[in-house]
Each structure stands twice: as structure tokens, then as C-alpha cells.
């Protein structure tokens, strides 16, 4: 499950891809406006974004760039919009876009497009049931770490949530996220069990420098998983 967010003026255009999206297993935060997607953005992280191009207050092409200069590059874009002018379509992706789609656009051509994009940004993460960090080896078949070549028990939700971390390696994670795609929701009660489960992750995997990961808070934001170099052994 990815955490998506889409940018359409149109609701009945948001609506439709929200209930692709949903009906695939992903979470879906639908803005109509630019300036409200700009300000998540500075507080939250997605996994993908969905953007339309004409819009009141800032057209497409500018929030992109705002994501290119402020956001972490890897954050894949799709646009998905009514302009179909070959110079519009050059213009977006020589800009930064990854894909770009013209409406009408149907379910089934939306979800393969999203996935394939997807599968492309975050490789290994869904296709491989083995994947290998470094001395941190998941098996997602059977849920379970092992650690220098020793399993660490480890909960369903303690599991979910690492491969989480590892997915996003040296990328900061918002609470919001975290919460969302971990636990399906972002109540106070859920918030302090999200850091229940980092202190017990940051314990049982040994997540500090001298073991090659840290995994550090950032202050009013979240979390994030960093790779430390130059290891002594």
C-alpha cells in the first residue's frame, strides 16, 4: 500500500481516481487546491503524487517545480490532465515529471500506469519476497529479519514497519504517513503506540551507527532510517 496524493480541481476527476487508487489497496488524499497540497507537503510525505494542470491558484507545471526544489528527487509525479499538446507534454516531462497522461483516462489504464511506475521508484520493495539491507535480510513471505544471519522475533506490525523504514532509507517519514499506511489511522492513541514500536524496533534490530543504520527522530516531523558509512568492524 502506497500513500498517494492528488491535485484536481474537478471533483468528480478526484473522486474517480481516488476510487481506483483506493480499490487497489492504496490511501488517497484527495486537495482541489495547490496552496493546500504545498502545505501537506511541508508537513507530510506521500509516496506518489497525482497532479492535474490547470488550476486556479497555481498551475500544475509550478507545483511540480516547487516538489523538484524542495522535496527529496525520488518522489514520483504523474500528470494526469486534458492538455495534450506534444510542447506541453515535452515541456512537463523535460521539467521533472515521470508520466503523463491525457484525459480521458480509464480505470484499469490508470492502476497499470500508477503501478508500473511504482514498481520502477521503490524496485524490490513489492516484487522481491527477499531483500537484503546490508547484514538486514526480510522475508516477506513468512514476515520475519534476520540480523547478521540470526532471525529477530519480531510482531506483524514491528515487521511492516521496518520494511517501511528500509524502503525509505535516508528519507524522512512523516508521522502521518507512518501511521497511516502502518496502522490505517492517525489518532493520538495510535501515535504513541508508533513510538512504542520505534523504540522496540530501534532495540531489537540494533538500529545505531555502529551497526551501519541509525534511526533518528526529527523533531515535530517524524522519522528517519540513515545509513551510516565507514562502519569499524
Same mark, same amino acid.
Given at each position: 500500500?502506497?500513500?498517494?496524493?492528488?491535485?484536481?480541481?474537478?471533483?468528480?476527476?478526484?473522486?474517480?481516481?481516488?476510487?481506483?487508487?483506493? $480499490?487497489?489497496?492504496?490511501?488517497?488524499?484527495?486537495?482541489?487546491?495547490?496552496?493546500?497540497?504545498?502545505?501537506?507537503?511541508?508537513?507530510?510525505?506521500?509516496?506518489?503524487?497525482? =497532479?492535474?494542470?490547470?488550476?486556479?491558484?497555481? $498551475?500544475?507545471?509550478?507545483?511540480?517545480?516547487?516538489?523538484?526544489?524542495?522535496?527529496?528527487?525520488?518522489?514520483?509525479?504523474?500528470?494526469?490532465?486534458?492538455?495534450? $499538446?506534444?510542447?506541453?507534454?515535452?515541456?512537463? =516531462?523535460?521539467?521533472?515529471?515521470?508520466?503523463?497522461?491525457?484525459?480521458?483516462?480509464?480505470?484499469?489504464?490508470?492502476?497499470?500506469?500508477?503501478?508500473? !511506475?511504482?514498481?520502477?521508484? &521503490?524496485?524490490?520493495?513489492?516484487?522481491?519476497?527477499?531483500?537484503?539491507?546490508?547484514? &538486514?535480510?526480510?522475508?516477506?513471505?513468512?514476515?520475519?529479519?534476520?540480523?547478521?544471519?540470526?532471525?529477530?522475533?519480531?510482531?506483524?506490525?514491528?515487521?511492516?514497519?521496518? =520494511?517501511? !523504514?528500509?524502503?525509505?532509507?535516508?528519507?524522512?517519514?512523516?508521522?502521518?504517513?507512518?501511521?497511516?499506511?502502518?496502522?490505517?489511522?492517525?489518532?493520538?492513541?495510535?501515535?504513541?503506540?508508533?513510538?512504542?514500536?520505534?523504540?522496540?524496533?530501534?532495540?531489537? =534490530?540494533?538500529?545505531?551507527?555502529?551497526?551501519? &543504520?541509525?534511526?533518528?527522530?526529527?523533531?515535530? &516531523?517524524?522519522?528517519?532510517?540513515?545509513?551510516?558509512?565507514?562502519?569499524?568492524?
Amino acid at each position: 500500500m502506497k500513500r498517494i496524493a492528488i491535485l484536481d480541481d474537478d471533483v468528480a476527476q478526484c473522486d474517480f481516481i481516488r476510487q481506483t487508487l483506493t $480499490d487497489a489497496g492504496h490511501s488517497c488524499h484527495v486537495f482541489t487546491k495547490s496552496a493546500d497540497l504545498i502545505q501537506q507537503l511541508r508537513r507530510e510525505t506521500f509516496d506518489l503524487l497525482v =497532479l492535474d494542470w490547470g488550476l486556479p491558484d497555481m $498551475d500544475g507545471a509550478e507545483v511540480l517545480q516547487w516538489v523538484r526544489q524542495h522535496l527529496h528527487a525520488r518522489l514520483p509525479v504523474i500528470f494526469m490532465t486534458a492538455r495534450s $499538446d506534444e510542447a506541453g507534454i515535452a515541456q512537463i =516531462l523535460n521539467s521533472g515529471a515521470d508520466d503523463y497522461m491525457v484525459k480521458p483516462v480509464h480505470a484499469p489504464v490508470l492502476l497499470a500506469r500508477v503501478n508500473a !511506475l511504482l514498481r520502477r521508484v &521503490y524496485a524490490g520493495g513489492e516484487a522481491s519476497s527477499r531483500k537484503a539491507f546490508g547484514s &538486514y535480510l526480510f522475508d516477506r513471505k513468512n514476515s520475519c529479519i534476520t540480523v547478521k544471519g540470526q532471525p529477530v522475533p519480531l510482531t506483524q506490525k514491528e515487521f511492516d514497519l521496518a =520494511l517501511l !523504514l528500509f524502503q525509505h532509507l535516508g528519507q524522512p517519514l512523516s508521522r502521518a504517513h507512518i501511521l497511516d499506511v502502518i496502522w490505517k489511522q492517525t489518532d493520538d492513541s495510535s501515535s504513541r503506540t508508533m513510538d512504542t514500536h520505534i523504540s522496540m524496533l530501534r532495540s531489537k =534490530l540494533g538500529l545505531r551507527a555502529e551497526n551501519g &543504520y541509525r534511526l533518528v527522530p526529527i523533531y515535530g &516531523y517524524g522519522y528517519r532510517l540513515e545509513q551510516v558509512e565507514d562502519v569499524i568492524s
